[in-house]
């Protein structure tokens, strides 16, 4: 696929635990119990140091700190680790994607001086915003953004649109303006594979429709066909992903934590001879020498992993999100 020289960004999951149910997360099923697939770990700043020696970190433009199943801000260490690589490598652009409701207004500001882009996930208003971050808390986010902003940090606000928040987009993004956010983005959820999910959370239930934007990726989505003509994103960028537990993967789509060994995806992967190496017992190096990655790449031109057809095929599904 290419070497351990190329990668110039690293995509990484510093934890898989969270305070929030958010209804569509793979690390719980519909906002209720969490998935029983899901393995609880974080890396501390002493395994991140194992794992990644001074000349990758070097080499690296970008880190950002987003995981499929995980808030970064609930690791212990994440603010020391974010302090580490900036010291080793001043130049780098550091970004992290949270839900903003924890931590001390003092960590924030620490944060801030570490020269950290954060993309907040406020979904509405005080009203609606938690309805789908579940277990967040709106007035402690604006607190800890406005902590944040003001210390110095450049923060973005990005917003999940669904139809019991689409009127307020406009206010929203209003909002963001007088709080000090250099960023306002409008994302439509692509998971919706009904015409609606059914919050299972066991202090509130209720429905969750999708936005008319949502409602026409789910129908685009529907008719996606097999193709051989696969173009990798994290490819085209130098990007590997690297989940809480040290898997190493291409990309975060192919990251099957918190997932039945029965979904679809992930028994086309199994059933391809494909196991995703981890830094826990082996190195960075030495996964790039194997065959991991040629494994995935040459499925393209034959039969590609359903996975890379869904995110990579004929339809770009990550930026139809963004339209």
């Known amino acids: 696929m290419y070497s351990l020289s190329d990668i110039t960004k690293l995509h990484i999951e510093i934890t898989s635990k969270c305070q929030a149910s958010c209804p569509m997360c793979v690390r719980n099923i519909q906002g209720g119990d969490i998935s029983p697939w899901l393995e609880l770990n974080e890396i501390s700043l002493e395994q991140f140091k194992q794992w990644f020696p001074l000349d990758f970190l070097t080499q690296l433009l970008v880190i950002s700190l987003c995981g499929n199943t995980g808030d970064p801000i609930i690791a212990s260490d994440t603010l020391e680790i974010l302090k580490w690589v900036r010291q080793v490598n001043p130049d780098i652009k550091l970004n992290m994607n949270t839900n903003g409701s924890a931590r001390t207004l003092e960590w924030w500001k620490e944060l801030a001086a ?3 882009t954060v993309m907040f996930g406020i979904d509405g208003l005080a009203d609606t915003h938690s309805l ?3 277990g967040t808390d709106y007035d402690k986010i604006l607190r800890n953004a406005k902590t944040f902003i003001d210390a110095g940090g450049t923060a973005e606000w990005h917003m999940l649109v669904f139809k019991h928040n689409e009127h307020q987009v406009e206010s929203c993004r209003s909002l963001s303006k007088d709080l000090g956010f250099q960023n306002f983005v409008v994302k439509h959820s692509s998971r919706f594979r009904n015409d609606n999910v059914v919050v299972l959370h066991p202090a509130n239930s209720y429905t969750i429709y999708p936005s008319n ?3 026409e990726i789910k129908h685009k989505l529907g008719t996606i066909k097999t193709t051989s003509n696969i173009i990798c994103k994290v490819k085209e960028e130098g990007n590997i992903y690297i989940n809480a537990k040290g898997n190493v993967t ?3 789509w192919m ?28 190195t960075l190096s030495a996964i790039f020498e194997s065959e991991y990655f040629n494994m995935i ?3 393209w031109s034959t039969n590609p992993l359903k996975t890379c057809n869904k995110q990579c095929g004929e339809i770009d599904k990550f930026n139809e999100q963004f339209k």
Do not use: A, H, K, W
């Open 297 to 299: 790449e040459q499925s």
């Open 213 to 215: 934007r949502s409602q």
């Open 132 to 134: 789908y971050r579940i």
């Open 114 to 116: 570490v020269g950290v």
């Open 255 to 282: 990251d099957f934590s918190g997932m039945s060994p029965d979904s679809e995806v992930y028994e086309d992967y199994l059933s391809r001879g494909l196991t995703t190496p981890s830094l826990l017992n082996t």
């Open 250 to 252: 291409s990309c975060c």
